[in-house]
């Protein structure tokens, strides 16, 4: 390793690469660079899941004032600013991104502001200082970002999901494309902050790849919450009528006029102009980087992990992966990270909670399955005259009753699922989860509270 400038040199600061950078330099003495081209902190904490929940939790508010009457609250005639909400995310996102470059530091990384580009194996160049560095190993970890349909007439006029934390102005009436979780969440968020909201989507329930029940009760509070859910249409164009005043002409005929046009319609791995074929690196036909189990391209002294993989898009998933794949360049203990059972939480409003299998998936690997299900109105709401309900689900495989998928809809649901995700990795039984002793009062004791399988409606007609 004598012979190049690094012994690792990691391309792109965002959670798996800072974590596999700092873990080869401060525990395994390794010498490190990583290169970013925009913020140290990555898609999580500058574009993503960290400044979207601050905008989730910001139009929560919408609701919660008009609940606190039931107990007994009054708020005259409450405002929002949005450009203050704007203002104070953007402090805490130059807080934390100063965090990781600190971090970075401490551990001896090299931080180097400049977009790098693979020119062979061990060869990497920064395009900004043009000029080359060497590495006994690489890592790849750029991430992805929105995907936008450039064959689309008029797509200049929309927004994604990174231009939307940057808005001037709250819009008046937005249009958000996409069935996926990023696309409920925004148009949870410009709902709840008082914009008109239109939800587009291709498909008849949005979250495909969800628990049926979880895609139903989503969809569901969407259009009671107000949002309007236009189903099986896409866009045709999108026509600018004047300056910040668009028309999109959609596939069902029909038109809508709006202030903003969003979409949220997937990701895409951040392949382009990385140089990946110069190296000898495959990729699929999505653009992500072929891995092994350990992380490991095709070529043998280079790696990728998150996003840029396209194996599960989630920051905690990244940051295992880079952990591992530390452990496996400076160690004689390779390790790898199982993608498999892997809690999740979208923060629609209600929240949904997800881990395992859902019942479709379970039924398809083991045929028969126990399904136990509640659905009801949290003590929360008793007061306020919200009908949000809350909706939980347990997939039981019946050859030996263990748990094998647990979702739920409803308050709290996203911090409910992380201990239910260990309850499923550990490959706990309904009877375990049963002898279990109930938090009173609470939402999550219904989790250990049901004791009869479901029926469904037609099944019990029939008996």
Not at 127 to 138: E, L, P, R, S
Not at 216 to 235: D, P, Q
Not at 316 to 344: L, N, Q, Y
Request: a negative charge; hydrophobic letters at 40%; proline letters at 4%.
């Amino acid at each position: 390793m004598a012979g190049y400038d690094h012994d690792l040199f990691v391309i792109g600061a965002g959670s798996g690469g800072v974590r596999a950078a700092r873990l080869s330099a401060g525990t395994y003495g390794a010498r490190v660079a990583i290169a970013e081209e925009h913020r140290v902190g990555g898609t999580c904490v500058i574009r993503g899941c960290v400044p979207k929940k601050f905008l989730v939790y910001a139009s929560e508010y919408g609701h919660a004032f008009a609940h606190a009457e039931g107990y007994g609250w009054t708020a005259e005639a409450p405002t929002f600013d949005w450009p203050t909400l704007i203002r104070n995310k953007d402090d805490e996102i130059d807080r934390l991104s100063a965090i990781y470059w600190r971090n970075l530091e401490n551990a001896g990384v090299e931080v180097i502001e400049d977009r790098a580009v693979l020119e062979d194996a061990h060869t990497v160049r920064l395009v900004k200082q043009d000029k080359t560095v060497t590495a006994d190993k690489i890592l790849i970890a750029t991430g992805s970002t929105p995907y936008r349909p450039y064959e689309l007439e008029g797509q200049e006029h929309a927004i994604t999901s990174n231009e939307a934390f940057h808005l001037e102005k709250l819009p008046e009436h937005v249009v958000v494309a996409g069935g996926g979780y990023i696309a409920c969440e925004f148009a949870g968020i410009f709902n709840g902050l008082g914009a008109e909201t239109c939800l587009l989507y291709r498909g008849d329930t949005v979250l495909r790849g969800f628990d049926m029940d979880v895609r139903t009760a989503v969809h569901a509070e969407l259009k009671r919450k107000g949002v309007r859910v236009i189903t099986h249409t896409v866009f045709e164009k999108i026509e600018e009528l004047a300056p910040g005043r668009y028309l999109c002409r959609l596939s069902n005929g029909s038109k809508i006029e709006c202030d903003c046009v969003m979409f949220a319609i997937g990701r895409v791995p951040n392949t382009d102009g990385l140089g990946c074929a110069a190296a000898g690196v495959a990729v699929t036909d999505k653009g992500a980087v072929r891995v092994d189990a350990f992380s490991r391209t095709n070529v043998d002294n280079i790696f990728a992990v998150g996003d840029v993989t396209d194996r599960v898009q989630l920051t905690p998933v990244a940051i295992r992966e880079g952990a591992a794949v530390a452990k496996t360049m400076w160690t004689e203990s390779p390790e790898t990270f199982d993608h498999a059972t892997i809690a999740s939480a979208v923060f629609t409003q209600p929240p949904v909670g997800t881990v395992g299998l859902t019942e479709a998936a379970a039924r398809k690997e083991f045929g028969a399955i126990d399904i136990y299900k509640s659905d009801f109105r949290p003590m929360k709401h008793m007061l306020t005259g919200d009908e949000e309900r809350v909706m939980m689900k347990l997939v039981v495989r019946r050859s030996d009753q263990v748990v094998v998928g647990v979702h739920m809809v409803g308050v709290d649901a996203g911090e409910i699922i992380q201990l239910a995700g260990i309850a499923v990795k550990a490959g706990l039984t309904k009877a375990q989860w049963d002898e279990t002793c109930a938090v009173h009062p609470t939402v999550a004791e219904e989790l250990v509270m049901m004791r009869e399988p479901f029926t469904p409606p037609e099944l019990k007609a029939a008996e």
